[in-house]
């Protein structure tokens, strides 16, 4: 008899670490995972739609952020800790640069119809957080999506879309009314959630218990206003 597939789906920003971390743990859990196969899909979130095209440096947006500049940095080297110990550098260094994220789902929503949107997730990930570039400069951008055989026109016109923006946002609206306020959020098979950057054993308990059961698992997060980070 053949198993139904997992459905896993995962609600995010690029410029969300326990995101980075969270992504590492279930990539964890289903290199160790021997039941059903797992369908994994990723989804939009903002954590803070009013960045300006501009960006932040670092110091602006962590004291617009937190107010000091100082309480940041327990919560920087405990993030630098974790990812070392799931494969993530995180670079909190001066030439970070905190940008308005929608751009970057709008060339991801056209890379989900081409069939490499986790790719590019993972490496919007490393440019954002291990790598410091600017994911504001339409050049980088361009540079970035080269890495995947699409030439700067293709780049710049999606970039331009207002039709995919407003797919984006729709989307992002869809998971805010279903209650999803911080990420990463994780829905398995439409029903099951587990909220925040879970150990591997979480995931697979849940994978082994996904029907009938409902259950909210709560976990460290990034939220638009919270001081987790």
Not at 85 to 102: Q, R, S, Y
Not at 120 to 145: Q, S
Request: net charge negative; glycine share 6%; charged share 25%.
């Amino acid at each position: 008899m053949q198993q139904e597939t997992i459905k896993v789906a995962i609600v995010s920003d690029v410029a969300c670490p326990w995101c980075y971390v969270g992504k590492r743990r279930l990539e964890t859990a289903l290199k160790e995972w021997k039941g059903a196969p797992v369908e994994v899909t990723w989804h939009p979130f903002q954590l803070d739609p009013n960045i300006p095209e501009s960006g932040f440096d670092r110091d602006t947006y962590l004291t617009n952020k937190f107010g000091d500049l100082e309480r940041t940095k327990e919560m920087t080297d405990r993030l630098t800790k974790i990812g070392a110990e799931e494969g993530i550098t995180f670079n909190f260094g001066d030439k970070w640069l905190a940008v308005n994220t929608l751009p970057l789902h709008q060339l991801m929503h056209v890379a989900e119809e081409e069939g490499f949107k986790a790719a590019l997730k993972e490496r919007f990930l490393k440019a954002y957080f291990d790598e410091n570039l600017h994911l504001n400069d339409t050049k980088v951008l361009i540079k970035v999506m080269s890495e995947y055989g699409w030439d700067a026109e293709k780049t710049t016109q999606i970039l331009a879309d207002d039709n995919i923006a407003y797919a984006v946002k729709q989307e992002i609206a869809h998971y805010q009314q279903r209650g999803v306020t911080g990420v990463p959020f994780f829905i398995i098979n439409d029903k099951y959630g587990i909220s925040g950057a879970q150990p591997p054993s979480v995931f697979l308990d849940a994978f082994a218990s996904v029907a009938p059961t409902e259950n909210i698992v709560q976990g460290e997060s990034c939220e638009p206003d919270s001081e987790n980070c």
